[in-house]
Protein backbone atom coordinates (compact mmCIF):
# COMPACT_ATOMS: atom_id res chain seq x y z
CA UNK A 1 0.00 0.00 0.00
CA UNK A 2 1.05 3.43 -0.64
CA UNK A 3 1.74 6.07 2.01
CA UNK A 4 0.00 8.61 0.34
CA UNK A 5 -4.64 8.19 0.20
CA UNK A 6 -6.56 10.42 -2.70
CA UNK A 7 -9.53 10.16 -0.67
CA UNK A 8 -12.05 9.67 -4.14
CA UNK A 9 -15.66 9.93 -4.32
CA UNK A 10 -18.41 8.16 -6.13
CA UNK A 11 -16.42 7.67 -9.27
CA UNK A 12 -19.64 7.15 -11.08
CA UNK A 13 -21.83 9.48 -9.69
CA UNK A 14 -19.10 12.52 -10.27
CA UNK A 15 -18.97 11.58 -13.77
CA UNK A 16 -22.42 11.71 -14.12
CA UNK A 17 -22.74 14.98 -12.62
CA UNK A 18 -20.42 16.53 -15.14
CA UNK A 19 -21.93 14.85 -18.37
CA UNK A 20 -25.32 16.29 -16.87
CA UNK A 21 -23.53 20.08 -16.63
CA UNK A 22 -22.52 19.67 -20.12
CA UNK A 23 -26.10 18.53 -21.45
CA UNK A 24 -27.55 21.56 -19.46
CA UNK A 25 -24.91 24.00 -20.88
CA UNK A 26 -25.39 22.52 -24.38
CA UNK A 27 -29.49 23.39 -24.17
CA UNK A 28 -28.73 26.56 -22.29
CA UNK A 29 -26.22 28.41 -24.98
CA UNK A 30 -27.30 31.81 -22.54
CA UNK A 31 -25.83 30.52 -19.80
CA UNK A 32 -22.44 31.96 -19.16
CA UNK A 33 -19.36 29.60 -18.71
CA UNK A 34 -16.23 30.77 -16.81
CA UNK A 35 -12.98 31.72 -19.25
CA UNK A 36 -11.28 28.37 -16.93
CA UNK A 37 -12.55 25.76 -15.17
CA UNK A 38 -10.39 24.51 -11.79
CA UNK A 39 -9.81 21.63 -10.23
CA UNK A 40 -8.59 20.22 -6.98
CA UNK A 41 -7.09 16.67 -5.89
CA UNK A 42 -6.05 17.14 -2.01
CA UNK A 43 -3.15 14.37 -1.19
CA UNK A 44 -3.13 13.47 2.36
CA UNK A 45 0.07 11.73 3.84
CA UNK A 46 2.22 11.44 6.52
CA UNK A 47 5.63 13.06 5.31
CA UNK A 48 6.71 15.01 1.99
CA UNK A 49 8.19 12.63 -0.08
CA UNK A 50 4.22 10.77 0.25
CA UNK A 51 3.09 14.02 -0.39
CA UNK A 52 5.54 14.83 -3.96
CA UNK A 53 4.64 11.04 -4.99
CA UNK A 54 0.79 11.03 -4.23
CA UNK A 55 0.78 14.44 -6.76
CA UNK A 56 3.03 12.72 -9.24
CA UNK A 57 0.44 10.13 -9.68
CA UNK A 58 -2.14 12.91 -10.75
CA UNK A 59 -0.19 15.00 -12.39
CA UNK A 60 1.50 12.11 -14.60
CA UNK A 61 -1.49 11.00 -16.44
CA UNK A 62 -1.96 14.70 -17.65
CA UNK A 63 1.95 14.89 -18.15
CA UNK A 64 1.71 17.82 -15.70
CA UNK A 65 5.64 18.94 -13.64
CA UNK A 66 5.27 18.81 -9.94
CA UNK A 67 5.97 21.60 -8.34
CA UNK A 68 7.52 22.29 -4.93
CA UNK A 69 5.18 24.94 -3.35
CA UNK A 70 7.27 25.46 0.17
CA UNK A 71 7.07 23.46 3.71
CA UNK A 72 6.67 19.72 2.06
CA UNK A 73 3.62 20.66 -0.22
CA UNK A 74 3.68 19.94 -4.13
CA UNK A 75 1.48 21.42 -6.82
CA UNK A 76 0.85 20.47 -10.71
CA UNK A 77 -0.85 22.87 -12.75
CA UNK A 78 -1.82 23.04 -15.95
CA UNK A 79 -0.43 25.44 -18.79
CA UNK A 80 -1.57 29.19 -19.66
CA UNK A 81 -3.91 27.90 -22.14
CA UNK A 82 -6.04 25.94 -19.45
CA UNK A 83 -7.10 22.64 -18.16
CA UNK A 84 -8.97 22.40 -21.88
CA UNK A 85 -5.73 22.18 -23.95
CA UNK A 86 -4.19 19.73 -21.67
CA UNK A 87 -6.98 17.17 -21.46
CA UNK A 88 -7.01 17.63 -25.21
CA UNK A 89 -3.66 17.16 -26.05
CA UNK A 90 -3.75 14.10 -22.60
CA UNK A 91 -7.15 12.42 -23.74
CA UNK A 92 -7.07 13.27 -27.54
CA UNK A 93 -9.06 15.95 -29.58
CA UNK A 94 -9.48 18.15 -31.71
CA UNK A 95 -7.16 21.51 -32.14
CA UNK A 96 -8.07 24.96 -31.30
CA UNK A 97 -9.67 26.53 -28.27
CA UNK A 98 -13.54 26.28 -28.07
Partial sequence: MSDYVIRSGDR??????????????????????????????????????????GVASVAAPLGLPVQDIGRGYFSAKTRPEGISAVMRQAFGGGGGRR
Fill in 12 to 53: AAFLAGLRELIDFLTANPAVLVPRSASVAVVVDAPGSDARRV
